[in-house]
């Protein structure tokens, strides 16, 4: 399914059943495993991520996330081809929503990480890619669609919450910085605030650790 570009609403369900959004694109990536016994969704974790670095389009996120980055294709790639990554969601810069793993799933996306007192938050967390650079403005469409699957994924599962949404820089400070400078956190909050089934003044509050 094809997405619009500005605010169109889109059809994206999440199946709590199978972790799935329905009719999106699914490149399943081997990078992921069981959340430890007990552990639920209970984290949003914003990236950014574009490989070659500030370069848009191509298949090379896919890449990455299914081992099958060519190390030769640009010097970057051989600082990263080893990594065996993966992160639940990518947004693309047209909004264009790709799946590699079903959410109920460890997807390993935040590395050593805290959020709230407990390390390693991919046990609880949802990790969703945007593409984009921390420096460069990530597009209205990648807003509205963040938006739109983040109320989903409150609703397909309980354990979320809109209040808990941080950017994998505030998790990992010091050895991360994305989804960077350039991200509308107020954007973002004022957009989830709007979504169906999520009241108003519940959205992403600014005890999140959004950047100053
Ligand atoms: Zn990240």
Not at 57 to 82: Q, V
Not at 103 to 119: D, E, K, M, P, Q
Not at 162 to 185: E, L, N, S, Y
Request: glycine residues 10%; proline residues 8%.
């Amino acid at each position: 399914m094809r997405r619009e570009r500005g605010g169109r609403s889109q059809d994206l369900v999440v199946d709590p059943q199978s972790g799935w959004i329905r009719g999106v694109r699914r490149v399943e990536s081997p990078n992921c495993d069981e959340r430890p016994v007990g552990d639920a969704p209970e984290l949003i974790v914003i990236h950014g991520i574009s490989l070659p670095p500030h370069e848009f389009g191509g298949p090379w996120i896919d890449r990455l996330f299914t081992n099958t980055l060519p190390a030769d294709a640009h010097p970057y790639f051989a600082t990263i081809a080893e990594r065996t990554v993966s992160s639940h969601v990518l947004i693309r810069r047209d909004g264009e929503v790709v799946q590699y793993v079903p959410f109920h799933r460890r997807a390993w996306h935040a590395g050593v990480s805290s959020y709230a007192g407990r390390t390693a938050c991919n046990d609880f967390s949802i990790g969703i890619e945007l593409e984009g650079a921390d420096d460069i403005a990530y597009e209205e469409a990648q807003y509205t669609t963040a938006a739109q699957l983040i109320g989903e994924l409150c609703r397909a599962y309980p354990t979320l919450s809109t209040r808990r949404i941080v950017g994998h820089a505030d998790i990992a400070p010091g050895r991360k910085t994305d989804p960077g400078i350039a991200f509308d956190w107020p954007r973002l909050r004022a957009l989830v605030a709007m979504q169906p089934g999520v009241a108003p003044g519940t959205g992403p509050g600014t005890a999140n650790g959004a950047p100053t």
